[in-house]
């Protein structure tokens, strides 16, 4: 134990702790600095532990997905509006399938002209239309020639997850295919 000098507090001694060379600063007591350190040695222990798999996190993350985007349409344009109708979005079925969106998938709709975004259901239209039709309440949040990015989400496992490519088509101004990334794009 340390010499305590009179007008010094127990908590705060003038030896040297083991990750400093020379005395500890008197206002922030000794093991201050010690346990940052260590704080910080213990965490990159963690983080070599995590990384190679042994951790006892590895158990938890076992059972835990992540949400990734699975399949995006880019710049598709807004052909139609329709607010009488019950609700979702209108896409060529041919796309769709070519991404891997099915029928009734719930999407994540971003419209780039107006900065909005909803949620909402797919149904398919006639192949080769190139139609992109909002139905129902949706209709009010884009209108004919605005620029849409629909999204599908999936959960995947964390091993899965490092491999997994999203199958994305980009459009052109007349909703002409111009570029498909993603392995499984066909």
């Not at 192949?127 to 884009?142: E, T, Y």
């Not at 964390?158 to 570029?179: D, Y």
């Amino acid at each position: 134990m340390a010499r305590v000098q009179s007008g010094q507090s127990s908590a705060s001694p003038t030896l040297p702790c083991r990750f400093f060379v020379g005395p500890v600063a008197k206002d922030h007591g000794q093991g201050t600095l010690a346990r940052t350190r260590a704080k910080e040695n213990r965490r990159k222990l963690w983080w070599k532990s995590f990384a190679l798999g042994k951790s006892p996190v590895h158990r938890y993350m076992a059972h835990m997905q992540v949400v990734l985007l699975r399949a995006k349409l880019h710049r598709a344009r807004v052909t139609e509006s329709r607010l009488d109708y019950e609700g979702s979005i209108l896409l060529p079925e041919d796309w769709c399938q070519r991404v891997g969106i099915l029928p009734y998938e719930k999407v994540l709709v971003s419209n780039a002209t107006n900065a909005t975004r909803f949620e909402t259901y797919v149904l398919y239209g006639p192949k080769g239309s190139g139609q992109v039709i909002l139905n129902g309440p949706a209709a009010r949040l884009g209108q004919p020639g605005d620029e849409l990015t629909i999204m599908s989400f999936g959960l995947f496992e964390p091993a899965e997850a490092l491999s997994h490519q999203p199958r994305i088509l980009v459009f052109g101004e007349q909703n002409e295919l111009i570029k498909a990334i993603g392995e499984e794009s066909r």
